[in-house]
């Protein structure tokens, strides 16, 4: 069954701004942490922004500090990725993440599952 579901990803012009949604199945939102990380064409998958359960502790990449903002909606079982400013290189595919144990961060393997996706074009 489906676990992660993203959606909100759209082309926008430099300077606008964006909202990413991703619904997680019950047992996935309990986790310690949700986080959403992006790949650009040619780069490798990076951590943007990242939100710990229960609490407003947030932790951002220093490439989207002050334009990005992770927040949740617990009777969703929904987080959001606000995005602001945008700016062409902000152009990836925009993912949402569990981890697999209680330890959260960017690095990859610390996360074991995955949503498909959502697409972000900035021109």
């Known amino acids: 069954h489906v676990q992660l579901v993203e959606s909100g990803g759209e082309s926008v012009q430099a300077g606008e701004s964006l909202r990413l949604s991703c619904t997680a199945s019950a047992d996935i939102y309990r986790r310690n942490c949700m986080a959403w990380f992006r790949r650009s064409p040619g780069k490798e998958r990076e951590g943007v922004a990242l939100?710990?359960?229960?609490?407003?502790?947030?932790r951002y990449a220093d490439s989207v500090e002050g334009r990005f903002t992770v927040s949740r909606d617990d009777d969703k079982n929904t987080v959001y990725l606000q995005m602001s400013d945008l700016k062409p290189e902000d152009t990836a595919m925009y993912y949402c993440?569990?981890?697999?144990?209680?330890?959260?961060?960017?690095?990859?393997?610390?996360?074991?599952?995955w949503g498909q996706g959502t697409q972000v074009t900035v021109s």
């Open positions: 939100l710990y359960r229960g609490t407003d502790i947030t």
């Open positions: 993440a569990a981890p697999a144990g209680a330890i959260c961060g960017f690095t990859l393997r610390l996360f074991n599952t």
